[in-house]
């Protein structure tokens, strides 16, 4: 029986999390700044659908982006040099989030409602969450948002208005973590485009030891 955060009172332990669907460690609870900065330092994200209570997650195996790892390819260093990007971080993390929630999907879909943008606008205001806009000859591109934890980015969601806007989000991550000696960009979740960009799965408990390191 899957527990309820609300009565337990704290996160379980992730190794029970289940096998199937991978990852699954809890249901309930709510997403004040403690539960959520809470749940991130261990390696936990929420992530649902409208239609249901809040589900907590911690997948055995974790997509993460080494920021030296970054690729780049021959096409898109050139779009780098063409159109020199304009980046702004902190800007207006409501617009960068609101992008995130109403851009259109392949599934049509989203995980991002109402009641997470409210949590995460919090979070920024306290300091806990970033948010980055790219601009290509001043119009918006594509963009970021994300949590810091310690040495850790966790990046939450991002999209593109215009052709590569993603990318050159990526690409202005990474070089910041280097310039600041952050270790990783916790990506959560496998998809085509991050392992094009050079992200990779590593296990639940390897991504815990870089997480916790200090």
């Known amino acids: 029986m899957l527990p309820n955060l609300s009565q337990l009172g704290k996160f379980p332990p992730i190794e029970e999390a289940m096998i199937e669907p991978d990852g699954l460690l809890c249901f309930g609870g709510e997403l004040s700044t403690s539960t959520l900065i809470s749940a991130y330092k261990k390696g936990i994200f929420p992530w649902y659908n409208n239609d249901e209570p809040i589900l907590w997650w911690s997948p055995s195996k974790r997509m993460v982006l080494f920021p030296t790892e970054l690729h780049i390819s021959r096409s898109f260093a050139k779009a ?61 591109a594509g963009g970021l948002y994300g949590i810091k ?49 050079g992200a990779r799965l590593i296990p639940r408990q390897h991504f815990i030891q870089l997480l916790t390191d200090r």
């Open 80 to 140: 780098i040099k063409k159109h020199n990007p304009k980046f702004y971080w902190n800007r207006n993390f409501l617009s960068v989030i609101s992008h995130c929630a109403h851009i259109r999907r392949k599934d049509n879909g989203t995980w991002i409602q109402d009641e997470m943008i409210t949590a995460y606008c919090r979070l920024f205001e306290l300091g806990h969450a970033f948010s980055l806009e790219v601009e290509l000859n001043g119009q918006p």
């Open 149 to 197: 934890i310690d040495r850790v980015l966790c990046g939450e969601s991002m999209y593109s208005l215009l052709p590569n806007g993603s990318k050159y989000a990526l690409l202005e991550v990474c070089q910041w973590m280097i310039e600041h000696q952050y270790r990783l960009l916790d990506c959560q979740l496998y998809n085509q485009h991050l392992d094009s960009m």
